[in-house]
């Protein structure tokens, strides 16, 4: 694919980003804010499970850092938005344009949405809803954007996006919010780097799954589209997060290179002093995670932005960070708080062993099993990937998972345990997909079977009716929202079944299922499976 290379100069219009929006379809509630940060407004927001006021993370953000053939030194990242901004609103554009306020909001549609489309918008009197109509597929080129900027399917078979002959967004999962930015607008006045001059295309996206894993994760797909001039080499995409597992301040960290997987848990075994926030007995731990990158550094820091241990001030203590070194150039090493002048047993990854059976480096055994641990407290952590080159109009795309696991039966420890199988469930899942960059294979066709299924009433109170016009349902099972089978219609293994007939219709008693929302999982005679929501009143 090529891009116009433009200058590095600053654009003109650069008005701060304004706008948030949130992620709600599964049991996760995730605030984004179209200047970078995530999850955080004048608080925690990441809230899991959601409604319970309980949050994991503070804030989280994406960070670059690169060199040029001068070895000049390129930096973009954010955390809070509270001292600057290095991301603005739009892609890469001339000095005429105002894409800072033109993009300064998020598209969000979702896969009911879609599959309506492809199956109606021939129909007569089919009215496309707006979040299809107003896909930003195409840049305005008059203004030096990109011609094709968020990804969609051409039913029409033109080289334009016409929703009206049928193309839809190609998103992922059930539902998904998609946004654009650059860091190239202004100067960089959180990291205070110099631009690197990318336009970065970003999806978030959950699915309305009823297993727990799903349940509980929310995805990230970040495409990165070098717009500038350069040729960056030895860079790093890094990802920040401020873990806060209910009550900030008394936290551990740690990570699983086999996993690519970085994480927070709680230092003790209940969370906080009786804080609403906080998650008291059995705390959970929450992870973050690449899934088409290897991990080559966990690196932690402390909530202090004077010690060398603590927050960083400038471009270059960002991008050692990135490489797992800290503030003043010592490097990462092996043991204790990771911190050691002497030391030369150097590390690229932050306490990686295991914390339940207490091997290998982790904070509550950082000197082996037995030793004193670590003092809990408020932890932050940046994951990366690299080194890799990025010439001039490249684009690298980055995957990232954030799984949770909360452990009801056993403590602070075994909810790490649950969350690494947990993320090795998410990265199977994820490799099942087949993910092109920031979307589905092209030419891949919508899920005609979860299309043709039908249930209704819903909301539904006493009876709840199922319907198929083409596929034969061998099997048919209820969940609740935490992945908790309700109860099941018929064995899939059985092979005979009176719901094996299609163009049928199909009653099933609910009454004993309290109010809340359920997922129906559907099972066809040639093992196609689909999942609808369902809402119960009473």
């Not at 999850?39 to 040029?68: H, I, R």
């Not at 009911?112 to 009197?125: S, Y």
């Not at 000197?367 to 109009?393: C, H, K």
């Not at 997922?519 to 009473?538: I, P």
Request: glycine share 8%.
């Amino acid at each position: 694919m090529l891009f116009s290379i433009l200058p590095l100069a600053a654009q003109a219009q650069c008005p701060p980003p304004s706008k948030n929006t949130e992620l709600k379809t599964n049991n996760i509630r995730a605030p984004f804010k179209t200047n970078g940060s995530h999850f955080f407004y004048e608080n925690a927001e990441f809230e899991v499970p959601k409604g319970s006021g309980k949050t994991t993370m503070f804030a989280a953000s994406l960070w670059l850092g690169a060199k040029d053939a001068q070895d000049n030194l390129h930096v973009a990242a954010m955390r809070y938005g509270q001292k600057g901004i290095d991301f603005w609103a739009g892609p890469v554009s001339n000095e005429d344009s105002d894409a800072g306020t033109y993009y300064d909001k998020f598209f969000r549609v979702t896969k009911e949405e879609i599959d309506k489309h492809i199956a109606g918008f021939e129909a007569p009197f089919y009215i496309t809803p707006s979040s299809i109509l107003n896909w930003p597929a195409h840049g305005r080129t008059e203004h030096g954007e990109s011609a094709n900027l968020a990804p969609y399917v051409s039913v029409s078979g033109k080289d334009t996006y016409t929703p009206l002959e049928g193309d839809y967004p190609l998103i992922r999962g059930d539902e998904a919010i998609f946004w654009i930015s650059n860091d190239k607008c202004d100067s960089h006045t959180e990291s205070k780097g110099e631009p690197l001059g990318v336009e970065i295309l970003s999806m978030a996206y959950a699915y309305n799954n009823p297993d727990y894993e799903m349940q509980h994760t929310i995805f990230l797909s970040y495409q990165i589209r070098n717009k500038s001039a350069n040729q960056y080499k030895d860079l790093y995409v890094g990802f920040f997060a401020d873990f806060d597992i209910g009550y900030g301040y008394d936290d551990y960290i740690g990570c699983d290179p086999a996993l690519n997987l970085a994480y927070g848990y709680n230092g003790r075994e209940i969370d906080g002093m009786g804080q609403p926030w906080a998650y008291d007995e059995y705390p959970p731990a929450q992870g973050t995670m690449f899934l088409n990158q290897k991990m080559s550094a966990f690196m932690y820091f402390n909530n202090s932005p004077y010690t060398v241990t603590g927050d960083p001030n400038n471009a270059n203590e960002h991008y050692n960070y990135l490489r797992a070194i800290w503030k003043d150039g010592i490097l990462l090493t092996h043991g204790g708080d990771g911190y050691n002048t002497t030391s030369t047993n150097y590390t690229n990854f932050a306490f990686s062993g295991d914390p339940a059976s207490k091997t290998g480096w982790t904070e509550n055994a950082p000197d082996g099993d037995g030793s004193e641990p670590n003092v809990p407290g408020d932890r932050r952590g940046i994951m990366s990937a690299g080194p890799f080159t990025l010439n001039a109009g490249e684009t690298i795309c980055v995957d990232i998972a954030l799984p949770f696991a909360q452990d009801l039966d056993g403590d602070n420890l075994s909810s790490v345990t649950l969350l690494k199988q947990n993320a090795q469930a998410i990265q199977q899942f994820y490799d099942n997909q087949n993910y092109e960059c920031l979307g589905a294979n092209s030419g891949v066709t919508p899920d005609i079977f979860a299309s043709d299924i039908t249930i209704f009433p819903n909301p539904a109170n006493n009876k709840l009716y199922i319907q198929s016009s083409k596929f034969k349902i061998q099997s048919i099972d209820i969940y609740d929202i935490y992945g908790r089978k309700q109860f099941s219609i018929l064995n899939r293994s059985s092979g005979r079944s009176k719901l094996s007939e299609a163009n049928s219709q199909f009653s099933i008693d609910i009454l004993h299922l309290q109010s809340g929302i359920y997922f129906v999982k559907l099972f066809s005679e040639d093992n196609k499976v689909a999942t609808k929501r369902l809402v119960v009143v009473r």
